[in-house]
């Protein structure tokens, strides 16, 4: 089984954190196929290839078709775009979960998909937070999860890695180091232990569903920046679409919108990545209105999904 670390030569933020990469020890070319260039590293292949990052749909099955070699999980490096234009490193899992089957993604993926979360993205955080402080760039970059979205679209646990916001960022030296960093220690390519490898075995095996919030998630962000916490799908506000019943005490069944197909999505998805784990729901009561609470807690009671509090997590 291998990792795909997957960059796009389009992106400053992508291609620079690959070569950062490609500059540590031990890189060998790989097969090249349908133009796009491989370097083996021992269990990890990095792929760079000159599309958009969210245009190459199934490089795990392709890889496979390939080399022969099965895929365990794939890992993006990529940009980030805020109107905020504030300087960030994010991680984030994919899917557009909430998108009916008539609309076209914006940015890759298929309506009504999310690929199983990489159960790297809670401990990459805190791994994250760690480097870029050793290496001074907090306070000036903030380090934040962001919701799931955006494709492309594979059926394998996946994460994104991302520099934002804005172009002076994207190109930032130190900004490529720690992502390249990130990617050295966390797989584990240095000689120590990989960092955020599941075992159904682990003392804590609590799973994070997030529901509710803004991209950012700052409330389920308070949870998984503690020790220990795992992390699957985390749906914001906009991958809820909820009809308004036009009155407060309306029957959760009659409520409209794809919200239910998301939570569902999003659970089979983080459930598929975490075997042996409990899933929890976490909710940001805060973002919603009584009747989106009421509703979405039946909803998740229908599927046997725990609604958690912070101490749960721990």
Do not use: C
Not at 10 to 35: R, V, Y
Not at 140 to 146: A, D, R, Y
């Amino acid at each position: 089984m291998v990792t795909l670390v997957v960059a796009t030569t389009t992106d400053p933020a992508s291609i620079n954190p690959a070569a950062a990469l490609l500059d540590m020890l031990g890189w060998k070319p790989g097969p090249s196929f349908e133009g796009i260039r491989s370097f083996t590293n021992q269990h990890v292949r990095l792929l760079q290839h000159d599309k958009g990052i969210v245009e190459e749909d199934h490089l795990d099955a392709r890889w496979r078709d390939v080399t022969g070699e099965e895929v365990d999980e794939l890992i993006f490096l990529s940009k980030h775009t805020a109107v905020s234009n504030r300087p960030a490193l994010t991680v984030h899992p994919i899917g557009v979960p909430h998108l009916r089957d008539d609309e076209v993604p914006p940015q890759g993926g298929k309506p009504g998909w999310a690929a199983p979360p990489d159960p790297r993205i809670g401990p990459w955080l805190r791994l994250l937070k760690k480097i870029a402080n050793s290496h001074n760039l907090v306070p000036e970059f903030e380090i934040t999860l962001e919701g799931t979205h955006h494709g492309p679209e594979t059926n394998k646990p996946a994460l994104f890695v991302e520099i934002g916001s804005t172009e002076e960022y994207w190109k930032r030296p130190d900004a490529a180091k720690v992502v390249s960093l990130l990617v050295w220690e966390g797989l584990g390519l240095g000689g120590a232990p990989a960092v955020g490898n599941w075992s159904r075995e682990n003392d804590k095996n609590k799973v994070l569903l997030g529901i509710g919030g803004g991209h950012y998630a700052p409330r389920h962000m308070d949870i998984v920046l503690k020790d220990g916490v795992w992390v699957g799908h985390l749906l914001s506000g906009y991958s809820l679409p909820m009809d308004d019943p036009g009155q407060s005490k309306a029957d959760p069944s009659t409520i409209g919108g794809t919200w239910r197909k998301s939570i569902q999505v999003a659970y089979e998805a983080t459930k598929s990545a975490f075997p042996g784990g409990e899933v929890i729901a976490h909710l940001d009561h805060k973002s919603f209105k009584s009747w989106q609470k009421v509703a979405i807690a039946g909803f998740l009671n229908e599927l046997n999904i725990k609604i958690g509090k912070p101490n749960d997590f721990y």
